[in-house]
């Protein structure tokens, strides 16, 4: 488990993340949310061991990371320009990375670069931006390390080999309990593939949720009476967000699903709909709420 506690890192005079604090669990996939600045790189790299904390600490599965060798050969990042020695083939690289990690599976790096169609022997710079972003994967990947972290992981793959990639992330979690990371600027994104998430914004950690409890938890629901809309219904909903359309009322309402609905039954609803609501509606409202506007934040 990774546990970071009232971590704080400023540079100079910039105070980069304020008193964060989050745990991953294993086999969990915690999304990183945030505008350009939030201090979302920082926070990675501190969780790789590249920087070290001001303030806080953090741990993975109770040990130290930063300067500690044996424990970052369980940890990799993909950061936003993935390094590759300079003038080194993936074969080469493949053989760094062996000596590095001791988790490296050679069989699977065969696979990996016989699926994404790579030729091993060819220079990594020679590659465009995309497939250098492919033999990272390879490379992370094969290593099988119990960390991933993946510093806005999908910029420059094309959708389909996006697709593939969280595909092969799934597997790893499910297979091997891989930790992940991943920051984005993304809500659709995040929502496909991660069951954490948290919001960060100039430095401070404003929203982290658990989807499939916040999905439980939040629902919208479209309904209309015969008459006026029962006031006493309406004061007895928690109801984050409410909007009319003609004769109907739309809101979005926190609380069990089977609970809400017979309590709405009882005032005999003519339409009762639930919809489906999208992460970044939930998260529309809510930050609205915590008085953010959430397209400065995550645009
Ligand atoms: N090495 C550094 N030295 C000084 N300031 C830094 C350094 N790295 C980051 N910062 C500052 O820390 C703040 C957070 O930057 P960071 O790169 O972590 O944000 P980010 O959320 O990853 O942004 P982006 O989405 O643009 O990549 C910014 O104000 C940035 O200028």
């Keep these: 488990m990774i546990k970071i506690s009232n971590v704080r890192k400023e540079f100079q005079e910039i105070e980069a993340i304020e008193n964060v604090s989050i745990h991953v ?27 070290e904390q001001s303030e806080g600490s953090i741990l993975i599965d109770g040990r130290v990371v930063y300067e500690n060798p044996s424990l970052k050969q369980e940890i990799i990042i ?7 020695i300079p003038q080194y083939t993936l074969k080469q690289m493949g053989k760094v990375y062996r000596s590095f990690y001791p988790n490296w599976s050679e069989e699977r ?27 990272a994967f390879i490379l992370a990947l094969s290593a ?13 793959l094309d959708p389909v080999m996006r697709k593939k990639v969280k595909s092969l992330i799934f597997e790893d979690v499910a297979d091997r309990e891989m930790s992940v990371l991943i920051s984005s600027h993304n809500l659709k994104e995040v929502e496909d593939i991660c069951d954490h998430v948290g919001i960060l914004h100039k430095g401070k950690m404003i929203l982290e949720r658990d989807l499939d409890d916040l999905k439980s938890d939040t629902h919208k629901i479209q309904l209309a009476f015969k008459g006026e809309i ?58 609205e709420d915590a008085g953010y506007a959430v397209q400065n934040i995550l645009d």
């Design 78 to 84: 993909i950061q936003d320009t993935p390094f590759f």
């Design 230 to 287: 029962p006031q006493q219904l309406i004061s007895s909903l928690d109801i984050v967000h409410q909007e009319k359309r003609g004769s109907i009322f739309i809101c979005i309402v926190k609380g069990l699903e089977e609970e809400l609905l017979t309590k709405i039954q009882t005032y005999h609803p003519v339409i009762l709909d639930i919809l489906p609501l999208t992460l970044e509606e939930i998260f529309l409202y809510e930050m």
């Design 144 to 156: 099988q390390p119990s960390v991933l972290i993946l510093d806005e992981p999908m910029d420059g």
């Design 25 to 51: 669990n294993k086999g969990s996939i915690y999304g990183l949310l945030g505008s350009n600045g939030a201090g979302k790189t920082t926070l990675l790299k501190m969780i790789a061991g590249i920087y």
């Design 109 to 135: 790096f065969k696979q990996l670069a016989a699926d994404f169609n790579l030729d091993v022997t060819k220079k990594i710079h020679k590659f465009s931006k995309g497939i250098q972003r492919q033999a």
